[in-house]
């Protein structure tokens, strides 16, 4: 076996390789963790979603679409305090700034599912797919779990 030759041949295809492995990382600069979706009773048309998302990129990442396969219209919204009431807002963007985590979380910014398709609670895991401006493609994964309400402890600090 010819060495020099099978290494003229391999040293360019592991280049290839890594430079493939770099550029996909840089892509998948997204972390998802503690994924949950709100068990709600059937006849609710709506629930929300609550992930920790990390950028661990060097640019903020702009999420501006999301969709779920539960939901038929999928939103990033907000909590605005209006006139002493939580009030949910759409946003129109969800922004993850670079190296840092933003908490989606019960009476904080959320990803709204709507218009539930039906039997959505039988789904084992539900399906994220959130777009960001540059048109990239993030995926995640989320149990449906119930998760006690907060609502008592937004008025608590609220007071404070
Ligand atoms: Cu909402």
């Known amino acids: 076996m010819n060495l020099t030759r099978t290494k003229k041949i391999l040293l360019p295809f592991i280049a290839a390789c890594i430079g493939l492995t770099a550029s996909l990382s840089a892509q998948a600069n997204l972390e998802f963790e503690q994924a949950t979706v709100r068990l709600m009773p059937t006849t609710q048309k709506n629930t929300a979603a609550f992930v920790k998302i990390t950028n661990t990129g ?17 939103e990033f919204h907000t909590h605005l305090n209006k006139d002493g009431m939580a009030m949910m807002h759409k946003m129109d963007q969800l922004v993850i700034p670079a190296h840092k985590s933003v908490y989606l979380q019960p009476s904080g910014k959320h990803i709204m599912l709507m218009k539930l398709k ?3 609670v039988k789904v084992r895991q ?14 995640f994964i ?16 609220h007071n404070h």
């Open 58 to 74: 060097e640019t903020a990442i702009s999420l501006i679409e999301a969709s779920s396969n539960i939901s038929e219209k999928t």
């Open 118 to 120: 039906k039997d959505w």
């Open 142 to 157: 989320a149990p449906i779990e119930a998760i006690k309400p907060q609502s008592a402890k937004v008025k608590h600090s």
């Open 126 to 139: 539900v399906e994220f797919e959130l777009t960001s401006k540059k048109q990239k493609t993030y995926r």
